[in-house]
């Protein structure tokens, strides 16, 4: 394509980004239109005003928070049938496809690689890819069906995760995995100047695990979800090693109660557990962030015992595609995070960083629960689905999630 350098300065300058041609002369022909491509498509009103909201304290005095209800799955007695018999018929005919979300930098565990290669130190040395792989293939073999697997993936780690499936001859399930890249917003310096990358190109960072719902529509695995005659949508993290991406209970429960949404939670671990949880936010269905609720609404409990926020949101969901074009078309509110990014200066300088410099980004996927009209949520067991991979020692790392794998599949 050909830019109108003329025009592409001019809007430079009307946002104060010059400097990000300062070393447009000393790239080559490809990185030229790459690097005019890049600030083409950069959105300089949002840029702006995120940047502006760093410099706002972040209180939605607005926002009324309420508990939500939910359903507890070992409590369904003779409903568990009923539910399952739905959600298996809908399994059985192909109404289901998987996305696993594998796009985040993972920079609390601190692996060399996409987080979904780590091997968690298991007898096997199965990687998370491989255990998420293996679970897929055997429902699918349960129900005699092929589960489609969506994987995301970031521009940051798509070649490593496609190069590690290639080596890996994709588990053997290779005609129904398809990898699709996550959106990108640039990463700003504390004055609101756009950085630029090593490679003399914009440094963008992956836009959050929000960005998925955009990102199906835009790459067109919705379409190709359509094609299979998919019609319902489990999303879910690459880090949980439990996690049940197929489950009738969900899916009858779903289709059963006509939502095109529904969650899965489990008990939070004590009321301050820095956990997100499922709750209402001026009626609609939404996550309130631990941060987010005062002591007494963190203690407080039903006439059951049961918290009232405390069915934590552990990254597993269920939609309906509907729900999903609907999610992907609306534009979700971005979250700031302050991170340490290398950049090149405007004297051609590589910076490394020893403390965070630079704002990232990112939308959160639970802010678009509001778009839909109801949710249902299913508290699960923990021990039963929740085995997160997100610290490199400690609580959530894979010397927990490996206990609980192990635990659960009566390995050892
Ligand atoms: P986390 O929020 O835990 O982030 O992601 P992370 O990247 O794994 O780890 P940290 O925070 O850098 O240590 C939860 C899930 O969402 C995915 C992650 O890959 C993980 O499966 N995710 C997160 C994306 O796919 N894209 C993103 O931009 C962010």
């Known amino acids: 394509m050909n830019y109108d350098i003329a025009e592409i300065k001019y809007k430079l300058k009307k946002y104060g980004q010059e400097h990000l041609l300062n070393f447009y002369d000393t790239l080559d022909e490809n990185k030229k239109e790459e690097l005019l491509k890049q600030i083409n498509e950069i959105n300089f009103e949002l840029i702006n005003s995120l940047y502006s909201k760093t410099k706002e304290s972040t209180k939605n005095e607005n926002v009324q928070i309420e508990p939500m209800s939910f359903i507890d799955k070992s409590k369904l007695n003779d409903k568990y049938k009923f539910y399952e018999d739905i959600g298996k018929k809908a399994i059985k005919e192909g109404k289901l496809a998987v996305v696993t979300m594998a796009g985040g930098q993972g920079t609390r565990l601190g692996h060399n690689g996409p987080k979904g290669t780590f091997d968690i130190g298991l007898d096997s040395h199965k990687s998370l890819f491989e255990l998420l792989c293996d679970y897929i293939k055997e429902e699918s073999r349960k129900y005699d069906v092929q589960i489609p697997w969506f994987i995301m993936t970031s521009n940051e780690n798509n070649a490593d995760t496609i190069e590690f499936f290639k080596k890996n001859k994709y588990f053997g399930y290779e005609k129904n995995i398809y ?18 990358g090593e490679d003399g190109l914009i440094k963008e960072a992956a836009d959050g695990h929000g960005g998925v719902y955009e990102s199906l529509i ?4 919705i379409q190709k979800m359509k094609e299979r005659g998919v019609e319902w949508v489990f999303i879910g993290g690459v880090d949980n090693c439990l996690v049940k991406m197929v489950d009738p209970i969900l899916m009858g429960i779903a289709i059963d109660e006509k939502v095109t949404a529904a969650g899965k939670s489990v008990v939070k671990a004590n009321p301050y557990e820095k956990v997100g949880a499922f709750c209402k936010k001026n009626g609609r269905p939404s996550v309130v962030e631990y941060s987010e609720i005062t002591e007494d609404m963190a203690k407080a409990t039903d006439e059951n015992g049961n918290l009232l926020y405390g069915e934590s949101h552990i990254l597993c969901n269920l939609f309906n595609i509907v729900a999903i074009e609907r999610m992907g078309n609306t534009p979700l509110p971005y979250h700031i995070a302050f991170k340490k990014a290398t950049y090149i200066d405007k004297d051609g300088n590589k910076i490394v960083p020893d403390s965070p410099n630079a704002y990232k980004f990112e939308a959160f996927l639970f802010d678009a629960f509001g778009e839909v009209d109801n949710m249902v949520i299913l508290r699960v067991k923990r021990e039963d689905e929740f085995a997160p991979v997100k610290n490199a020692t400690g609580v959530d790392s894979p010397e927990t999630a490996r206990k609980l794998y192990n635990d659960f599949y009566k390995l050892s």
């Open 218 to 221: 835009k790459s067109g695995m």
């Open 179 to 196: 990898f699709f890249i996550q959106g990108e917003l640039p990463m700003v310096d504390t004055e609101g100047k756009i950085l630029i």
